[in-house]
């Protein structure tokens, strides 16, 4: 038996989600959830604008919702604006990176392909010219973390680093230049022990690619006069 209204908001979101909806579908209409699920059209309602925030449901005005079903990007795009623009969020969204990707590397370096090391050297070799130029490379190094991890498949860990990309770079924008052709170099060192699977060399030069990152987003956020962590 549900004891509070939140458990019940949550059971129903559940009922909606094991309705075996294919993406495109369109939802029955909120009278004949309520019926079928005996519930009231308030929770209903509730409950469809939870699958709303997850990206799951498509509403429009004076059109019937349409499923879209759970898409790493699109509830990453979900989580970074309810999280909002802050330095708070990108740590937070940072730790979780960094703790599913060192400890993930040894099933990376097990399942990587020769297409996958052709994929990660051009972009790393597209990162390395940019970086020579004095060009920003946030898109190339998301497109490697990104091609890195493809192989894992965990869709929860695709849409919290979607979330970080996009708060990331939003707040990178605006930071100070940093090592560009250095980042460049930790990506292409990363790549090379992958390769070889050398497990625990490539958790090193990861770790030393997220300390300079942990250190940037240190001190953005230490307070004016006062420096970041040495």
């Known amino acids: 038996m549900l004891r ?3 458990d019940a908001d949550v059971r129903l979101v559940e009922q909606i989600v094991e309705l075996g909806l294919r993406v495109g579908d369109v939802l029955p209409a909120e009278s004949e959830i309520a019926t079928a699920m005996h519930a009231g059209r308030p929770q209903v309602r509730e409950a469809l604008r939870v699958l709303e925030a997850f990206g799951a449901v498509r509403s429009r005005q004076g059109a019937r919702r349409v499923w879209l ?5 699109r509830f990453g795009l979900h989580l970074a604006a309810v999280l909002g623009v802050s330095d708070r969020s990108v740590e937070e969204l940072f730790e979780i990176r960094h703790a599913f990707e060192v400890s993930h590397l040894a099933q990376v370096a097990a399942r990587m392909t020769l297409a996958q090391q052709d994929e990660l ?3 790393v070799a597209a990162m390395t010219t940019a970086a020579r130029r004095g060009h920003r490379v946030h898109e190339e190094d998301e497109a ?3 091609a890195l991890f493809s192989s894992v498949q965990n869709r929860v860990f695709e849409g919290v680093s979607a979330a970080f990309w996009r708060l990331h ?5 605006a930071a100070a230049p940093e090592d560009l052709p250095s980042v460049a170099a930790m990506h292409a060192r990363i790549l090379e022990a992958v390769v070889a699977r050398d497990v625990r060399l490539a958790q090193h030069e990861l770790d030393a ?3 300079g990152v942990r250190r940037r987003l240190h001190e953005r956020a ?3 006069g006062r420096p970041g962590p040495g």
């Open 144 to 146: 490697f973390h990104r």
């Open 209 to 211: 690619h997220f300390w």
């Open 69 to 73: 079903g759970f898409e790493p990007d």
């Open 121 to 123: 050297r051009t972009i």
């Open 4 to 6: 509070t209204a939140s």
């Open 169 to 173: 770079g939003r707040l990178d924008a």
């Open 222 to 224: 230490a307070p004016p």
